[in-house]
């Protein structure tokens, strides 16, 4: 399966003044100096890939500049490369290399998520208002969205869906307690009242994306809320699923045959959802 190649990287977003930016080039620059951007769109850094990030620099250093623009009173604001400056304080740097840009705000926007994506750094909801705050602050389609982020315009759109979820179930995707798929199957619940129920049940009940599916379909069509009935699994069981779950971004069902022996099952809603599922487990060998 051909993983297309995310819109044209920063390299191709950011080629000259034309675009919205000129170059500075490479220099170093004190830490402190050093400012959020605030337009990432990027609001949570898990604590564990923060703390291997700060064990490579102090062993490495860093070995990738962080994408900078002059700040109107002083100092530097962070265009790409947050995580890597966390972690740099962490590691007890004391300066850090930079590459300066002089960009608009949507050209410096844009960088920014177009890096998290690249990376994976993004949670599906922190991805959706990304595409949305391009689409209303910025003017853009959702084709031309689709087409700055090198994704397909289905993708944009079903992120986008995600939006109309009430707040207490967009906070457990966002957190990782659902998936991105089991957001999308809560949407065909009748109500906000039967989403929210619905995520609660799934949370608790470890239940996979398909299983909501019908339980929403059934709710919709006016039908009862049957349960499958399953065999209740241990407790450490389901503790490796939720790990896994987390770890993955999707669902994960463990499925014991026998003693010591079994296969893991895991939800995938699309094919980029798939590729996206694949790239964790490989980064983590």
């Given amino acids: 399966m051909a993983k297309r190649r995310l819109g044209r990287g920063l390299d191709g977003m950011l080629p000259a003044a034309s675009k ?13 100096e050093l400012h959020p951007n605030k337009l990432q769109p990027r609001k949570r850094f898990e604590d564990t890939a923060l703390a291997e990030l700060t064990a490579s ?15 109107k009173r002083s100092g530097f604001e962070i265009i790409a490369g947050e995580r890597r400056w966390r972690a740099a304080q962490k590691a007890g740097l004391k300066e850090v290399p930079i590459f300066v840009r ?3 705000d949507e050209v410096a926007f844009e960088a920014a998520l177009v890096e998290n994506i690249q990376r994976e750094d993004l949670n599906p909801i922190e991805t959706a208002l990304a595409f ?26 079903n992120a986008l869906r995600l ?36 995520a609660k049940t799934a949370v ?64 995938f809603s699309s094919y980029e959802e798939l590729d996206a599922i694949i790239a964790k487990i490989l980064k983590r060998r």
């Fill in 20 to 32: 919205g930016g000129s170059t500075r080039g490479q220099n170093l620059a004190k830490i402190e």
């Fill in 57 to 71: 620099i102090q062993e490495h250093g860093i070995l990738e500049p962080i994408l900078v623009r002059r700040r």
């Fill in 132 to 157: 949305k705050r391009l689409i209303e602050e910025y003017g853009h389609t959702q084709e031309q969205v689709a087409e700055r982020v090198g994704k397909d315009r289905s993708t944009v759109a």
């Fill in 204 to 267: 608790e009940e470890s239940l996979s994306v398909r299983e909501i599916e019908r339980r929403a379909r059934a709710l919709a069509n006016g039908e009862p809320e049957t349960k499958k009935k399953k065999p209740r699994k241990s407790a450490n069981v389901r503790d490796l699923e939720k790990r896994l779950g987390r770890a993955l971004g999707a669902t994960v069902n463990l499925v014991e045959k026998k003693k010591g022996a079994g296969k893991i099952e895991i939800d």
């Fill in 163 to 198: 939006l109309k979820l009430p707040k207490a179930v967009l906070e457990r995707v966002e957190h990782g307690q659902l998936s991105e798929g089991h957001g999308r199957a809560l949407l065909a619940a009748p109500s906000a009242k039967e989403m929210k129920r619905l």
């Fill in 102 to 104: 002089e960009l608009t």
